[in-house]
């Protein structure tokens, strides 16, 4: 949770700082910061915890280690469904992202700064609700607040796409960052209750691998959506594309409730 609100934090004082950064200086300053900001995360890392020869030697046997783990996984049944739901999930997700500041910018014709605080305020969402949504997890356990957080996604980015003013795109936002903050703790439960023999980290990179994959797929679709289609056209497909994801949780949900009785 402390790594989560840092890093949220940071992210809302980034977001608020690049409207006026690009409105004042240009957007080449923007990714020079960037560039500068990750390379002195990195030289700061390596100062902290250093490198030795045994590091290498961890390296070849984790690749090692990661076949016979993705084989383990491919056969597991409800580690698939997982999967499936959050492809799905993924893929929704990747249609609508890249085009939330394009919405403000082309469709309610706001500015670089006034986007800037939009974004902010989506992390700040993410933030207030960070610990929360971990303490909701806990008490409902991580599939039903995962498939609470699907409904409530396809309905926060129809919700977005409605908006006809900054006000509303503001609120809007806030409340996308609420149901964002659903997501993680619900996914990282649910791997931790279906783990058997490999470790949570490696079903971790696993998944996260393929909703990348996902990701890229989703971001070409939600271009051409945004081309042919209109402004409120990738948001909807998203939000339909996303409520597929709840198709194989309720078949994990299924043999976990039939279990008691047998």
Known sequence: SIFYVATTAAGIVGSALSGYLATSLGFPILFIIAGVLTTFSAVFVALTYGYSTSNSRMVKQTFGRSFDNIKLILSDGNMIKLTIALIFHSLGFSIINPLVQLYAKEALNL???????????????????????????????????????????SASWILYCSSKAWSEAISSAFILGVVGALDMPARRTIIVQLKRTIDSASIIGYIDALTNLAFTVGSSVGGVLWSTSGYNMPFIVGSIINMFALIPLVTLISPRKRSPSM
Do not use: K
Not at 128 to 138: C, K, N, R
Not at 145 to 152: C, N, Q, R, S
């Open 111 to 153: 500015d670089e700064q006034s986007i800037g605080i939009i974004m902010a305020m989506w992390n700040v969402g993410l933030l207030v609700a960070q610990i929360p949504s971990g303490e909701f997890t806990d008490r409902f356990g991580g599939i039903a607040v995962l498939a609470t957080h699907i409904v409530l996604s």
